[in-house]
């Protein structure tokens, strides 16, 4: 029977990205949040946040 | 040598000994002035403008003698500078810092020089006076004096600033914490679900920098060329045309009779009006003995002001008064890439100091429940 049984492998793939990995991604993620919010200049996400920036410390608005 | 010419000779120097005291007072006399600067509220109160309704600072310049009486017609040329270029930090208005935001030459008929202005950004500022005597004016020495003074940030905008850095430290610190640690969750979602909320404590944004609203001012009389009026006619010219965030605008008035003679003794009014906004952001008078005034002043605010110029005499009935006005656009500068990269860098250099903290406490608090099964 165990000859016969097909002996299967079941090989499991971790889908878990590594520490680094994770870590960058979140540093990605966190800076282009950062970005769009408060120093891009494209004018219709400036104008949204702008009395926003104006209300930070040490946000460059014009 | 005789009795006579003896006398004589005393007597003239008698009279050359007279001479000179009296150069000597007069010397004495003239070195006697001085500049004051005042503001009201006091310069520990002003804040920047921040486009947040605050009313305009009101700033006095005095020329006054030794007993700190105002000297009547003394002229004064002025310059207000910007506070310098921070290496590390900036302001909201990079492009302001380290600029000159107005000059002036202008007669204190009273000895005493107003103006109502909204100041752009913290820091220190500096007012450089030349104060000379006027004309009929009594004599006094040239002054000189460089004023500096410091505008306060907003303690909001600290508190926000420093709210802004606690979140950026608090979303690197937990994300640090979570994927470093041993895997009990999945960290992919528990990240999406971290910036979610953080991008939630975040302030909400006010009212937009409407590009296209228009603020109706009252009576806003005609605008740009020469305005004529009952018995004045008042002439606006500026250079450039337009203004540029960071550089200066001239600004010229001429107040002329119908044959175009200029008149005398104008007191000028200048009110310069932010109209996205709708308030005012300077109000001064200038008198002007010969009808003409010139004035340079920095549009730090890219968005159109207009700027309305009323000449009416000091001696009340000598002509009607006239009013002209000049919208004027403002080119806005984005800020400079190495300011915002700057910035940029240093708030994600705070999410990076959280990651490590949060992974540092991972790995102690592992490290502590190793040891402690053993």
Not at chain 1, 16 to 29: E, H, N, P, R, Y
Not at chain 2, 306 to 317: D, F, H, K, L, M
Request: charged residues 20%.
């Amino acid at each position: 029977m165990s000859a016969n049984m097909t002996s299967h492998r079941h090989e499991k793939k971790s889908i878990a990205l590594s520490m680094t990995v994770q870590l960058a991604l979140v540093l990605i993620m966190v800076g282009v949040v950062l970005y769009a919010v408060l120093f891009t200049t494209y004018p219709p996400v400036h104008d949204f946040f702008h009395e926003l920036r104006h209300s930070m410390l040490l946000i460059p608005c014009h | 040598m005789s009795n006579e010419q003896r006398v004589t000779r005393d007597e003239g120097r008698v009279r050359w000994g007279a001479a000179v005291m009296l150069v000597l007072c007069m010397a004495g006399a003239a070195s006697a002035a001085r500049i004051e600067f005042r503001s009201e509220p006091d310069f520990s109160a002003i804040e920047p403008v921040h486009h947040s309704g605050n009313a305009p600072a009101r700033y006095t310049l005095s020329v006054v003698d030794d007993a700190g009486r105002p000297i009547p017609v003394a002229r004064v040329k002025y310059t207000l500078l910007s506070p310098p270029v921070n290496a590390f930090f900036t302001s909201d208005f990079p492009i302001v810092e380290g600029t000159t935001l107005m000059e002036g030459d202008a007669f204190l008929a009273d000895g005493t020089l107003s103006w109502e202005y909204l100041t752009p950004i913290r820091g220190d500022y500096r007012l450089v006076v030349d104060a000379t005597p006027g004309f009929g004016a009594a004599a006094f020495a040239p002054v000189h004096d460089e004023i500096r003074y410091h505008v306060n940030e907003k303690a909001s905008n600290i508190r926000n600033g420093v709210l802004l850095m606690v979140i950026l430290f608090g979303v690197g610190f937990v994300s640090g914490y979570i994927i470093v640690r041993p895997r009990t969750i999945r960290p992919a979602i528990a990240l999406v679900v971290l910036a979610l909320v953080s991008d939630s404590a975040m302030p909400p944004p006010a009212s937009a920098h409407g590009g296209h609203e228009h603020h109706e001012v009252a009576a806003a009389p005609a605008p740009g060329g020469v305005t004529k009026g009952d018995s004045a006619q008042l002439a606006l010219s500026f250079d450039p045309p337009s203004g540029t965030v960071g550089k200066l605008v001239t600004i010229r008035a001429v107040a002329t009779d119908p044959d175009s003679k200029p008149l005398a003794n104008v007191r000028f009014t200048v009110r310069l009006h932010h109209l996205e906004d709708d308030k005012d952001m300077y109000t001064s008078t200038f008198v002007a003995p010969d009808g003409t005034f010139t004035w340079r002043n920095q549009f730090f605010d890219g968005a159109e002001h207009q700027i309305i110029v009323t000449a009416a005499p000091v001696e009340s009935g000598a002509f009607t008064p006239v009013t002209a006005a000049y919208t004027m656009d403002v080119e806005a500068i984005c800020p400079p890439d190495n300011v915002v990269a700057r910035m940029w860098t240093f708030h994600m250099a705070i999410v990076v100091a959280g990651m490590a903290c949060g992974a540092f406490a991972t790995r102690r608090s592992r490290r502590s429940a190793a040891e402690g099964g053993i």
